[in-house]
């Protein structure tokens, strides 16, 4: 018996123990690791010529390329493409696609991109104020602080700003690296809080969080106006469920240098689950973190200080839902660290029948599946468990 095996290799670094593994003279690792990670790369509407060298220049290379059919017969201008090989085999096309016409020198060059920060794994670095938050060390979890008197799990808690602090300080004890204050509820059909209303719930509870908690506080709005007033209050985070698409948001987050989250939303919070529709939720997901990104550095905004979210839960059906939970692995290409927020929430109580205050296995659940595919941040109710499991979830990373 040769106990011939399956070998889960998933990226770069992977490869290259594999290789070392068998003795080989150690000059040859850097020559075969590339050969051995494969990648399936998707691209929309490319130009059809542009899309027959991409399959000439990937067959040639040793691997191919599918395009359209009506590309062929060039009776259709343009084509979603799946381009897929080894290492080796993009890399061998793309020096040859850089110098052909038609789009292919940019098509060569976000092929490269993406590449390259396929490479980077985990490894990012946020700046918050003054304190720095190492996401390649370990998951770090956001602890949910509602002030809103109806959510749908902690609704009317802490509406008084002292028991709302006391339980700010109790998540960060538990393991919280974040705390995210929230002061307007985004349940589905809620209706829009005033801009005074809000100030009054969010503003003094972070302003006596901050002081007291150590671990960088962040604002769950979407208003400039407010990110602003809870900036100087010391929140040094933004979180944006309407991912930067309001006006002066972006702007703001780059005058102040913080971290944003981009959340992706289809719709508002008001009509969001009233018909959820996409083609592709992942490939439709990741053109709007990839716009939303460009839009945001043109404002001015770090990109190391991006963080995306898919905004489970947020214009999307459970089949949305934990499809874009198994397919987290499509984002990684973009290069940011992702959070995912997917504790008691409905897609939960939908698979297990149980209420919100009954979702914590289904929730801790969700959060090991998104940190195994790549998620750096869980945002979450139950900060104590998640960071335990999130914890095994990362000895498992580590290990594979
Ligand atoms: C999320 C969120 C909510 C989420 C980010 C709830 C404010 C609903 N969910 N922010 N906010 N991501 N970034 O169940 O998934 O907590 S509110």
């Known amino acids: 018996m040769y106990n011939t095996r399956v070998l889960a290799i998933r990226d770069l670094r992977g490869a290259e123990e594999g290789v070392r593994c068998t003795g080989c003279d150690p000059g040859g690792v850097p020559i075969m690791a590339p050969k051995l990670v494969h990648h399936t790369l998707g691209l929309d509407r490319v130009d059809s010529r542009a899309a027959l060298i991409i399959k000439q220049e990937m067959l040639s290379a040793g691997g191919d390329a599918a395009v359209c059919r009506g590309a062929l017969g060039r009776t259709s201008r ?9 290492r080796k085999q993009l890399w061998r096309a793309l020096g040859k696609l850089s110098h052909q016409p038609f789009g292919c020198q940019d098509i060569a060059s976000e092929i490269s991109a993406v590449l390259a920060n396929l490479d980077r794994g985990r490894d990012f670095t946020l700046r918050c104020g003054g304190r720095r938050l190492e996401l390649g060390k370990r998951t770090h979890i956001m602890g949910i602080l509602n002030l809103t008197p109806d959510s749908f799990s902690d609704g009317g808690r802490f509406l008084d700003p002292a028991s709302a602090v006391a339980h700010g300080l109790r998540m960060a004890a538990e393991g919280a690296d974040i705390i995210d204050v929230g002061g307007e509820s985004t349940r589905p059909g809620a209706a829009p809080l005033s801009l005074a209303a809000e100030e009054r719930r969010v503003l003094p509870v972070i302003r006596a969080l901050a002081g007291k908690v150590g671990v960088p506080v962040s604002v769950d709005t979407y208003k400039p106006a407010l990110a602003a007033k809870a ?11 309407f991912g930067l698409r309001r006006r ?4 703001l987050v780059a005058r102040r240098d913080v971290p944003v989250i981009i959340m992706h939303m289809q719709g508002t919070p008001r009509d969001m689950q009233k018909a959820p529709q996409y083609g592709d939720v992942a490939g439709e ?8 990104m460009e839009r945001a550095h043109e404002a001015g905004v770090d990109r190391e200080g991006m963080v995306l979210d898919p905004g489970i839960g947020f214009g999307k059906t459970s089949g949305h839902n934990f ?17 995912v927020g997917a504790s008691r929430k409905s897609f939960i109580g939908r698979v297990l029948d149980l209420p919100a205050d009954r979702r914590l296995e289904g929730s801790l659940a969700a959060a090991v599946a998104a940190v195994l595919n790549g998620a750096s941040i869980i ?5 104590a468990e998640t960071a335990r499991a999130c914890r095994v979830a990362d000895e498992i990373l580590a290990a594979g």
């Open 285 to 292: 997901v990741h053109r709007f973190f990839l716009e939303r």
């Open 78 to 86: 343009c084509s979603d493409i799946l381009v897929f090989g080894t």
């Open 379 to 383: 945002r979450a109710h139950d900060v």
């Open 248 to 251: 002066g948001m972006a702007r």
């Open 323 to 339: 499809e874009l939970l198994a397919r987290l692995g499509d984002f990684r290409g973009l290069g940011r660290p992702m959070l």
């Open 231 to 241: 900036l100087d209050a010391g929140a040094s985070i933004v979180n944006d469920i």
